[in-house]
T-cell receptor, first 115, second 112 residues
């Protein structure tokens, strides 16, 4: 009964490099959400995806960030040309249908450090 | 603009004591109010949640009190234990209902 799987758990990138974070939702879940947690902050919504569709990306920075959830394979959050301010924990969550309360489950996060 | 204000930022309680964490929100469209527990290096896990049709919900040692007119809700942890030491986040959602808005978190330390 695997939960939401995220990898890598820890990632170090130099400024200007690309970071790719992967998320495999729980079995039977077709809705994926990405949140970012900056140090000393709560989680902030970034994007909501269903298979092959971006439903809401209102929390995504306009530049350098993109997300996808292909028909096959994990959801990917991609950060191009990383800067120090991108250092954060990135959490993926999934739900079987559109989130309706207690059906959303978070992964253990991917910690990105930009040096 | 911070839509969900959580306090205190940190809290130290003796074993067996009561831990109380408060949240205030601004958006009257919010209709779901969960609390999440997060241990270091882990993702947040749903602890307990309430909807605005009730003023209190209790699950074991954890209770949510909800005041709709004041737009406030709080988490009470009775008989606090060292294993409860974690960061607690309140959150709100409503309307579209899939977007959680989190407070900044409270670091709870329960001393043995």
């Amino acid at each position: 009964n695997a939960g939401v799987m995220q990898n890598p758990r820890h990632l170090v990138r130099r400024r200007g490099q690309e970071a790719r974070l992967r998320c495999s939702p729980m079995k039977g879940h077709s809705h994926v959400y990405w949140y970012r947690q900056l140090p000393e902050e709560g989680l902030k919504f970034m994007v909501y995806l269903q298979k092959e569709n971006i439903i809401d990306e209102s929390g995504m920075p306009k530049e350098r960030f993109s997300a996808e959830f292909p028909k096959e394979g994990p959801s990917i959050l991609r950060i191009q040309q990383v800067v120090r301010g991108d250092s954060a924990a990135y959490f993926c969550a999934s739900s079987p249908a559109q989130f309706s309360g207690n059906t959303i489950y978070f992964g253990e996060g991917s910690w990105l450090t930009v040096v | 603009q911070q839509q969900v204000k959580q306090s205190p930022q940190s809290l130290i309680v003796q074993k067996g004591g009561i831990s109380i964490i408060n949240c205030a929100y601004e958006n009257t469209a919010f209709d779901y109010f969960p609390w999440y527990q997060q241990f270091p290096g882990k993702g947040p896990a749903l602890l307990i949640a309430i909807r605005p049709d009730v003023s209190e919900k209790k699950e074991g040692r954890f209770t949510i009190s909800f005041n709709k007119s004041a737009k406030q809700f709080s988490l009470h942890i009775m008989d606090s234990q060292p294993g409860d030491s974690a960061t607690y986040f309140c959150a709100c959602s409503g309307g579209s209902n899939y977007k959680l808005t989190f407070g900044k978190g409270t670091l709870l330390t329960v001393n043995p």
